[in-house]
């Protein structure tokens, strides 16, 4: 049989309006390449959310690669503002237009054809599982999560796992993400209560206690970096009150700050921090604070060893390019993954990811599919 071309592919997808949650066919598309090639396809659908779990090979198999994708994209925003179709994958100068042609439609496109073509040519003594999400961009309640809950409830177990997020900041091949931050967000609260500004005495004026509160917050430390991973980091992102008025003082005031945190804390040591300051700043001014939390993720490590030295011999092998280690950037699904097996990631370059005209060069995904391809020729070996 002809080799998968993983350019067609890609474009096939890209004109699947996938936003989050919605899933226009995408799946299907992929679940028919791989079922025509003897994978077995079933789906793993939670919350109205499409999941396909696809095996090559017997269950229980010794060596099992696992790959970990996504096709669902996120908005394309005012769509005025793109110079070429959004769901189109028109292609122009080497280059292919369109929503999800980075993030990450070429990298489930390719690690499928490099798959395919893999099984096809030198079938492996062992197993290779493709697990691919449609609730990647959104909260990621029902997407990656459902499909492991699935795998467990089946008995399957990847050995490894690669995800396959755009990981190379300005050239094909040059990071590794072999980690992530924790990530959490924060909202508070600040409940005075209203007076006129002529007579602050008869009011409560939750301002100051927020100013405070987020001065105390955004000026400290959370920690130099370690071994992997960069400086922790809190951001205030916003501070409202909703007051228009020059003459009243609020009855409240909200803020929101955002913390990428490193493996030096956990989101309960943050969260046991956030509420001692909280309480200073209450007894302090006398007034009262709520505060809520939602955690996106742990910060994890697969520390460098035989996955990560197994996918950079691959991208040099096929780029030229010695890539970084890295644990810069976002989540990602690999943050669930990480519980179920060593992971690690690789993909395109991701300079156009979520912007508009988001695009990928030809090349890179004829590329893509190569450093795939190698990685599973080498992991069985």
């Not at 993983?6 to 936003?19: G, K, Q």
């Not at 970990?68 to 100068?93: C, L, Q, R, Y």
């Not at 996106?296 to 197994?310: C, D, M, R, Y």
């Amino acid at each position: 049989m002809d080799p998968i071309d993983p350019v067609d592919l890609t474009a096939r997808l890209v004109r699947c309006a996938s936003v989050t949650p919605a899933n226009e066919g995408a799946l299907e598309i992929v679940q028919e390449v791989l079922t025509a090639a003897g994978f077995d396809c079933v789906w793993a659908d939670r919350g109205g959310i499409r999941n396909l779990f696809a095996r090559w090979g017997k269950k229980g198999n010794t060596k099992t690669f696992g790959f970990n994708g996504h096709t669902d994209v996120v908005p394309i925003g005012n769509a005025s503002d793109w110079t070429m179709p959004p769901f189109g994958a028109e292609i122009k100068d080497g280059i292919m237009y369109g929503r999800g042609t980075t993030d990450m439609k070429s990298g489930v496109a390719a690690f499928v054809a490099a798959a395919v073509d893999f099984v096809r040519a030198t079938p492996p003594d062992g197993s290779v599982v493709i697990a691919i999400t449609g609730d990647e961009e959104g909260d990621a309640l029902d997407g990656t999560t459902a499909l492991l809950e699935h795998m467990e409830k089946n008995g399957d177990r990847m050995d490894v796992c690669l995800v396959g997020e755009p990981t190379c900041p300005e050239v094909m091949g040059d990071m590794i993400k072999i980690g992530r931050r924790g990530s959490m967000t924060v909202w508070f609260k600040v409940l005075g209560k209203q007076g006129h500004s002529a007579y602050p005495h008869r009011a409560n004026n939750p301002l100051p206690a927020m100013m405070r509160l987020m001065d105390r917050l955004a000026s400290h430390t959370l920690d130099e970096g370690t071994d992997h991973f960069d400086p922790s980091t809190l951001a205030v992102v916003t501070v409202d009150t909703g007051n228009t008025a020059t003459n009243v003082i609020p009855a409240s005031c909200s803020a929101t700050a955002n913390i990428r945190f490193n493996d030096s804390h956990s989101a309960a040591s943050l969260t046991a921090w956030l509420e001692k300051e909280v309480e200073k700043v209450r007894a302090e001014f006398a007034i009262e604070i709520d505060m809520q939390i939602k955690v996106s993720g742990e910060s994890f490590i697969t520390p460098p060893g035989p996955l990560s030295t197994l996918v950079a011999s691959a991208v040099e092998a096929e780029t030229g390019v010695t890539p970084q280690l890295s644990t810069t950037g976002g989540t990602s699904d690999a943050r669930f993954v990480k519980s179920h097996c060593p992971v690690v990631e690789f993909g395109l370059v991701g300079q156009s990811m979520h912007q508009v005209d988001e695009n990928v060069r030809i090349e890179h995904i004829h590329q893509l599919k190569a450093i795939y391809g190698r990685i599973l020729k080498e992991y069985f070996a």
